[in-house]
Structure formats: C-alpha cells, structure tokens
C-alpha cells in the first residue's frame, strides 16, 4: 500500500472575523482612546477602570440639545458625525445589540435616563429624540426636594447595575447655590452600562496562586495570579502581545494588551491608537495559549469637566453654554450648562469570568436673570506578570464596552 504524504509549509491560521464598525463605532473607539490619553498624570499611577462609551451615549443626548459653539466642540471631543439622525440610529442598534446578548451566562444592559425641569422650559422635540431614539427612562421633577431627587436617580442607578453602584449622586448636587440664587438644577443626564458573564473557558482555582508581579522595572510584588490553557485569538509583535479571550455565547470578549518589555501604564496608553487596535484585532488568530492573569478587582471616579475641556469641550461648562435646542427661553432659565460631570465604575475579574460597571451623571444647571472555529495551532504563553491594558468588546458592534490597565495589587 503506497500512503500518500503531505508536506505542510507555513501554514497559516485563519484570523477571526472582525468587521469594521460603523462610523458611530469607530467615532466611540476613537474616542475611547482619546480619553485615556487626557486624564490626569496621577490616574496612570493607579489601577483603572473607565467606560468611555458610557461618556459617549450621555453626552450624545446632551449633542441633540446643543448648537454653536458648543455643538462644534462637542462634535470635535467625541468625533459625532454630522448626521445627528445617523449617530441616533446607529446608537440605537448598538443598545439592541446589547439587549439581545443577554443569556444565562451573560447579563449586560445599557441605560439612560433624565431627569428633567426645574425653572427649565424642555423642549418636547429634544425630550422626544431622548425618549425615542435614546431611550432615556425620562422623569419630569422640580428639584424642590433634593434629597427625594438624588433617591430617584440612585435608586434607579442601583436597579440597572444590580446593587453594585448606589450612590451616583447626593442631594447637595441639587441644592440651589448659595453664592448665585440664580443658578438651579435643571436636569441629570445619567448613562449606566453593566456586564457580567462567564469565561467561555474558565480558568481552575485551583491553581491560582501566589506569583511574581513587576509594577515597574524596580519593585516586585505578589498577587493572585490565575493559570490555564484557554483558546483565544492572539496577536503579537516585536512590542506587544495581545491576546483576546472570548465570553460564553461569545458575544463579548475581554482583550488585553501586554507589552513585552515592563511599561507604565502611561507609555502603554500613549504608544497605541484606535488605528493601532484596529489593526491588531485584525491580525489576531486563534490559539490555545498557557496563560498567567491576575484576579483583580478595581473601583474609581472620575470627574470628567477637566478632562473634557483639555480634550477641546469647553464651553459646555461654562455659564456661555449653548444648549439652546433643549429648553424655551425663560427669564428664570436663560441659559443651561453642566455643573458637574462624573462617572463610577468597577470591575472584579476572577476564574468564573468578569464583572464590569460604569455610571455616567451629568448634573444641568439653569441660569437666570440675576473566535472564529480553531484550529491545531501552536500554544503561545501569555504571562501578564507587569502592567497590561485590558478591554471588554461587543463583537456586534465592534465596540469597546470598558477599558483600564492594571498595575498591581493597592494598599
């Protein structure tokens, strides 16, 4: 009997298939990346957690209520297309996409709501896009009683993120300032996204364990660190090594880029751009890897004025503010502008899989007159013993969810 022999040469595997996303997509991604290269230096030196798509969905309601000035600098910080109808739509599918990944595995959500009036006249035209095409769980309310208005929200906050976030905003938020008695809230604009979902292969606890970790050239440190062998698609380069391992249903994915030698947070988010992680996705193939992760668990705020006014949007936060497409002129409400601005947000990563949150509450003050299938592939060991970046990605829309860094253990 002759057997015929096959000589296999350079075989290649086949990358997953990642569409490019829409233009509302990649203006969220850009964005995500934009963001983490403004917030200030001694965030790098912590351990975070940022959803810049929970930022982006609460200021594209605030987009549709603006015009001048602050219309075009908001349409520069946050790329919104000119279409106003398009960008809506096209959040609209993302949210959907969303709400249909739910599973027994998965629990994800993505919410908004406003909370409305005061000495403000809204418009019902902004009011309806917001309800509609947002759709924003909309309450009408006086703000006469601060400590009943702060509980609507967080209450609502607390229903939407499963207990885990619950005190977003205080009444003192929505008191009348006393140095300006002109000056009253007007509406809180609030954004909330939660994700919680199993690996698609978990990892063993029992072999999690006390490992090296490097913060930095200098220190060394343990932290739990997890092991297994889970198939995911992977990148890597002279520079960096990416590898994302998908969720069940695999629908969402978490990525992280480690960088082969040990850099700060800070370098690692100014090397790499929206282009960048495009292009490595792309270059992604499925692998079974021996992989090293640590759990982690990581809670911050962020108050976001500065840093958006250092990314170009200034004027929206000041009294010249021009959100004149979202209230009737009054003499007791001539103009709105943002007060104040923040987002909480937590992640817990551990063998089961990951937990992520993300509320954005923007607070409006009125002023007045006084893997794809896989294949036999090499096993690639992916040890994140330093400081890595991580994201967790919607495969619908291509868009990034949450992203952060992790810098070791915190006292």
Wanted: with cysteine; proline share 7%; charged share 20%.
């Amino acid at each position: 009997m002759i057997l015929p022999v096959f000589l296999l040469l350079g075989t290649s595997y086949p990358p997953p298939a990642y569409p490019d996303p829409d233009e509302t997509g990649k203006a969220i991604n850009t964005f995500t990346f934009d963001f983490l290269k403004s917030l200030p230096e001694g965030t790098y030196q912590q351990n975070a957690i940022i959803s810049p798509q929970s930022i982006f969905h609460s200021y594209a309601m605030l987009y549709i209520g603006s015009e001048g000035k602050t219309h075009a600098e908001l349409a520069k910080t946050f790329h919104f297309p000119a279409n106003e109808t398009s960008l809506l739509n096209s959040l609209s599918v993302i949210r959907a996409g969303i709400k249909g990944s739910n599973t027994e595995f998965t629990t994800v959500s993505l919410a908004n709501a406003i909370q409305y009036g005061g000495l403000a006249s809204f418009q019902s035209d902004f009011l309806e896009k917001c309800s509609k095409n947002n759709e924003a769980f909309l309450r009408n309310d006086s703000f006469s009683n601060p400590q009943a208005s702060s509980k609507d929200t967080n209450d609502w906050v607390s229903e939407k993120t499963h207990g885990r976030i619950s005190d977003t905003i205080s009444p003192q938020d929505l008191i009348i300032e006393k140095t300006d008695s002109s000056r009253h809230p007007a509406l809180t604009v609030t954004n909330v996204i939660y994700f919680k979902s199993d690996w698609l292969e978990k990892f063993n606890a029992g072999l999690t364990r006390p490992l090296p970790f490097f913060p930095d050239k200098n220190t060394k440190t343990e932290v739990e660190m997890m092991s297994g062998s889970p198939r995911g698609d992977y990148f890597g380069n002279d520079d960096f090594q990416y590898l994302e391992l998908p969720y069940k249903g695999k629908a969402y994915r978490m990525g992280i880029l480690l960088p082969r030698k040990n850099l700060s947070p800070v370098d690692i988010v100014d090397f790499v751009s929206a282009k960048d992680f495009a292009s490595m996705r792309k270059n992604c193939s499925p692998v079974k890897t021996r992989t090293f992760l640590p759990k982690f668990e990581i809670e911050n705020k962020l108050d976001l004025p500065s840093i958006l006014s250092q990314m170009g949007t200034v004027s929206a936060f000041e009294d010249n503010a021009s959100f004149g497409r979202m209230f009737h002129w009054n003499p007791l409400a001539e103009r709105i502008y943002i007060n104040d601005s923040r987002q909480d947000a937590l992640i817990k990563v551990d063998e089961e899989g990951s937990e992520a949150v993300a509320v954005t509450t923007t607070v409006g003050y009125s002023i007045g007159c006084s893997t794809s299938p896989i294949m036999e592939s090499p096993i690639i060991e992916f040890r994140a013993n330093h400081p890595f970046m991580f994201f967790i990605i919607h495969d619908a829309s291509q868009t990034i969810l949450f992203s952060g860094w992790y810098n070791g253990p915190e006292n």
